[in-house]
């Protein structure tokens, strides 16, 4: 391998959210109160959906690049070359292309979110997602007032699929605004697959339903995965709204900057209206130079990924029999079933903080449907995943399994 994903990285006062901020995310700890066995620096992290590895040398050069210009005024994405540079990227990774005149640009994809349901949702409709989801999708709901419907998925030896059945009846009968559908999917991992997607968009076009399909995940699969855009399947239907970024791709989440790919005119006139549309010319730079030479360190990332779900997978195996795992088809994120040793009350994300010394997020930080589950970032050096893996594992062999009614 050319690049060294063993390396360890110092996080420590980078204001680094997966170091300073885990106590306000996961426990609410606003005060910094609450006691923990643990300094706080001494946690093994595998919470927030960031990488410990550093972004590749090339993105680090563009940005050079960029500061060496000297100038940081106001700054939005002008240059042609950055459509080209990112339609090259979903061209040859995805066989698919979109129109530059429906690409804006966002400070991320949930603060996009946020805005697309305001500007979307007409009063009293309702937001629809697929459970367990990331929690900020019903954040977005929250934000502007409106209620959650949750279809939840189904869970068949750890291989999730979607009611279609449940999605057709709350399409039909719940007010639904906007579908935001996550692609893969975060926590479970799931790719989609062309039947999949096609039963599911074909009930939101059925349904006339505005879909957000956030993609945000769909450069990190496992090896021999292949993601299909939902747009691709349904290149005439202008209600659907893909969002991808270089944030989890190349661990550049702090760069703060999306992709929102909006082809219906009467709402992207909205945004283009109300959106506060100036970029972080270090941003721009960043991805633009991802996009262009960040191929083969990506792909090498891949390898060193599936590497640790590997490992992940063979020491769950062995040291914790009763819990349920497969290695998702995309994502650094590891969703376990440990049903068999928590009960639905039990505060998973603690458990494992006070006995483990391990930070990470599970049960009900997914919005529902997730009762039982942890989710373990395994985007760190091998050495740090041994570590995590070893206390996640000694810490529920000493809790033992419960009885379940
Ligand atoms: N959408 C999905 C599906 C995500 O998983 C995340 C980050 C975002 C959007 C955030 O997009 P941004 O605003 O940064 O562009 N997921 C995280 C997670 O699961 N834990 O920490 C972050």
Redesign the pocket.
């Given at each position: 391998m050319k690049y060294n994903f063993d390396e360890i990285i110092e996080r420590k006062r980078t204001n680094a959210?997966s170091v300073e901020g885990f106590r306000e995310?996961i426990f609410q700890d606003v005060e910094h109160k609450l006691e923990l066995p643990y300094p706080d620096d001494e946690f093994v992290r595998m919470?927030?959906?960031?990488m410990d590895f550093a972004t590749p040398d090339v993105v680090v050069d563009a940005i050079k690049e960029r500061v060496e210009k000297r100038i940081f005024g106001y700054t939005r994405v002008f240059d042609p070359g950055y459509y080209e540079a990112f339609v090259n990227w979903t061209k040859r990774r995805y066989d698919w292309t979109f129109n530059k005149k429906d690409l804006v640009m966002?400070?991320?994809?949930?603060?996009?979110?946020f805005e697309l349901v305001e500007y979307i949702c007409k009063d009293e409709e309702n937001v629809l997602f697929l459970t367990p989801s990331?929690?900020?999708?019903k954040y977005a709901a929250d934000f502007n007032g409106r209620k959650s419907v949750c279809s939840d998925l189904i869970n068949t030896d750890g291989y999730f699929t979607m009611d279609y059945d449940d999605l057709e009846d709350k399409m039909a009968n719940e007010n639904i605004g906007v579908v935001i559908f996550?692609h893969p999917?975060?926590?479970t991992g799931r790719v989609w697959k062309e039947d999949e997607l096609k039963k599911f968009g074909d009930i939101c076009v059925k349904h006339n339903k505005y879909v957000i399909s956030?993609e945000?995940?769909c450069d990190l699969l496992r090896q021999g995965e292949t993601h299909i855009p939902m747009a691709k399947l349904f290149p005439e239907y202008e209600r659907l709204i893909t969002?991808m970024?270089p944030?989890?791709t190349f661990n550049l989440?702090g760069m703060?900057?999306?992709n929102i790919i909006i082809p219906d005119a009467e709402i992207r006139g909205r945004w283009n209206a109300r959106h506060y549309n100036f970029d972080n010319p270090l941003s721009i730079a960043a991805t633009q130079g991802a996009y262009e030479k960040g191929e083969e360190w990506l792909e090498e990332l891949r390898a060193y990924l599936d590497g640790n779900m590997q490992y992940v997978g063979d020491c769950l195996k062995e040291h914790l029999p009763a819990a349920n795992f497969r290695i998702p088809e995309a994502?650094y994120?590891a969703w376990v079933d440990a049903t068999a040793y928590f009960t639905a009350e039990d505060d998973i994300p603690m458990f494992f903080a006070k006995k483990a010394g391990v930070l990470l997020?599970g049960s009900t930080m997914f919005v529902q449907n997730g009762n039982g589950f942890f989710?373990l970032?395994v985007a760190c050096p091998r050495s740090v995943l041994e570590d995590g893996m070893d206390r996640v594992c000694k810490a529920l062999n000493e809790k033992g399994t419960v009885a379940h009614k």
């Open positions: 959210m995310y919470w927030v959906a960031d966002s400070n991320g994809i949930i603060p996009a979110l990331y929690a900020y999708f996550c999917h975060n926590p956030d945000i995940h969002c970024a944030s989890k989440a703060m900057i999306s994502t994120l997020e989710r970032n």
